[in-house]
């Protein structure tokens, strides 16, 4: 599994009156239900599920919006899912069971979309996250392609990051509170071996020198092998994330930054004091964050299989 970076973008849609909580109510009332049934089961034999789910939330949104168009396989044309930008995404598999689920309840009804955001909420409060309500209503897309693929990499400065957030329309203080999602989930070596070495052959004197010698044999061990971007607690959504990068334990470069630079490290110091304002911010941006570009109304289609446009199932 390769969870590399989460950066997380905001377009809002003019039609977000569209989505609301409950949108299933009436027309399949046990689909939240069926969804936090099929989660809780792979929760119990493999925690990382949150870090996926987490990973390919936002993998989806950030390209055109949250329309599962993440999800498509291979047919004449090139998916999202081929480019290398999404190497190691995973929970295909546990979106696939559901969608089985809801089809054989509700036929044609719930969106993969939907199922895709009502997964990573529920993954996020059994791991000890947050719980919140997310709206629903979304449909699914018609379009998948790689090219449209343009996020962000873990090597660019702040300063980057920060511009592409804000022509997303999301603050830095929110872009900070969603680089939370860090708390849990691994990186490869590869990803950050470039800190372990620097051109005078020593390691980032932004990096703790306990952390990066325990890297540096990591990373001689064997072939691009995992640590976790949360040295702590890696497994539950809390706010060590920020406490380790104040101490100078971030793994990710763009990580350990976020504590450093002028413009982010005052928000870092803030979540990192304070669990309930963590827990609450990081809901709030999960929300948004599942607004981005929605299709709703009669847009897009209710896919049958998530992994294949209808009219090509």
């Known amino acids: 599994m ?3 970076i989460l950066f997380f973008c905001f377009v809002l849609p003019l039609a977000l009156a569209d989505l609301k909580v409950g949108f299933y109510g009436s027309s399949c009332p046990k689909a939240e239900s069926i969804v936090q049934q099929v989660v809780q089961k792979r929760f119990s034999r493999d925690k990382s599920i949150t870090a996926a789910l987490l990973r390919l939330h936002f993998h989806d949104c950030a390209v055109r919006g949250c329309d599962a ?3 498509i396989d291979s047919t004449d044309d090139t998916p999202e899912k081929e480019s290398g930008t999404n190497d190691g995404v995973r929970g295909f598999d546990l979106i696939d069971e559901v969608k089985e689920s809801l089809e054989a309840a509700c036929p044609s009804t719930v969106s993969c979309a939907d199922i895709i955001t009502l997964a990573t909420r529920d993954a ?3 791991s000890g996250g947050p719980k919140y309500d997310v709206p629903t209503g979304r449909r699914d897309g018609l379009v998948s392609n790689t090219n449209d693929i343009k996020i962000p990499g873990p090597s660019n400065p702040v300063s980057v990051i920060s511009q592409f957030f804000a022509s997303k329309g999301i603050t830095t203080q929110e872009m900070v509170t969603l680089f939370g999602a860090h708390t849990v989930g691994v990186a490869h070596c590869s990803f950050f071996s470039d800190r372990l070495s620097n051109s005078q052959g ?5 990096m703790d020198p306990s952390l990066s010698a325990n890297l540096i044999k990591l990373c001689n061990s064997t072939a691009d092998p995992a640590t976790p971007l949360d040295q ?3 497994f539950l959504v809390d706010n060590q994330f920020y406490k380790q990068i104040l101490v100078k334990r971030g793994v990710l470069e763009i990580d350990q930054q976020l504590a450093l630079d002028t413009s982010t490290k005052s928000f870092v110091s803030d979540l990192a004091s304070n669990e ?3 827990e ?3 809901a709030s941006a999960m929300i948004k964050m599942g607004k981005i570009d929605v299709l709703v109304g009669n847009q897009g289609e209710i896919r049958k299989k998530c992994s294949a446009f209808n009219n090509r199932s």
């Open 280 to 282: 609450n911010s990081f």
């Open 232 to 234: 702590q607690t890696s």
């Open 69 to 71: 168009s993440i999800l």
């Open 202 to 206: 020593k390691p980032d004197p932004t």
């Open 124 to 126: 996020v409060a059994l």
């Open 276 to 278: 309930d304002r963590f």
């Open 2 to 4: 390769k969870i590399i």
